[in-house]
């Protein structure tokens, strides 16, 4: 299924994806602020603590697609326009044909299918605009979450790297999943 059927492409069932704007600077910095797990594991350690500049500097680093060489992120906002997280393609390997992605939602929106549907988008993009082949991810073997949507999308674990990482005076071993893009279109004609 690589057909757009109907709609907007950047839309899907629950969520819309757009630009970075400066606006949203404000919400990412308090949810730095007040999210210290999801930080945790999105970046596999805790970062430092950001200041007002620095999420601006951020949102401005990458807002209207600036630097799509290195990454091209989006906002996810609801149907209803409600800003509920982010996403980005990173990692990309044109070479080769792989990427990596990232992606937050929101403390108060999670568990509700917004990062799931937002994944879908961005995956039909690299698979079918790109022409990347191959998805790859990788996270703490502690993430519960993330493990579970990599099994949900219909990603193979293809390895653990034992105490490959250190945060909060431990190491953990780390996970690594594939999904190739005809695992996607498979999973795409299931849905």
Same mark, same amino acid.
């Given at each position: 299924m690589t057909a757009i059927k109907e709609g907007y492409y950047w839309q899907g069932n629950l969520v819309r994806l757009r630009p970075l704007q400066e606006k949203d600077a404000e919400l990412w910095l308090a949810e730095e602020q007040s999210d210290s797990e999801g930080v945790h594991f999105l970046n596999m350690g805790m970062d430092l603590p950001k200041s007002e500049k620095s999420a601006k500097d951020f949102v401005a680093q990458f807002a209207e697609f600036n630097n799509i060489e290195r990454r091209i992120m989006f906002s996810i906002d609801t149907l209803d326009g409600e800003l509920v997280g982010g996403i980005n393609i990173h990692s990309m390997d044109r070479k080769n044909g792989t990427f990596e992605t990232g992606s937050r939602i929101y403390t108060a929106y999670r568990g509700r299918g917004y990062?799931?549907?937002? $994944?879908?988008?961005?995956?039909?993009?690299?698979?079918?605009?790109?022409?990347?082949? $191959?998805?790859?991810?990788?996270?703490?073997?502690?993430?519960?979450?993330?493990? +579970? +949507?990599? $099994?949900?999308?219909?990603? &193979?674990?293809?390895?653990?790297?034992?105490?490959?990482? @250190?945060? &909060?005076?431990? @190491? &953990?071993?780390?996970? @690594?999943?594939?999904?190739?893009?005809?695992e996607f279109d498979a999973l795409l004609e299931r849905l």
């Open positions: 990062g799931f549907d937002a $994944k879908l988008i961005v995956l039909r993009y690299a698979f079918h605009e790109l022409r990347f082949q $191959k998805y790859n991810i990788s996270c703490m073997a502690t993430n519960e979450r993330m493990i +579970h +949507h990599a $099994k949900r999308l219909g990603c &193979q674990e293809e390895g653990r790297r034992r105490r490959n990482v @250190y945060t &909060q005076g431990e @190491y &953990q071993d780390e996970l @690594y999943f594939g999904l190739t893009r005809e």
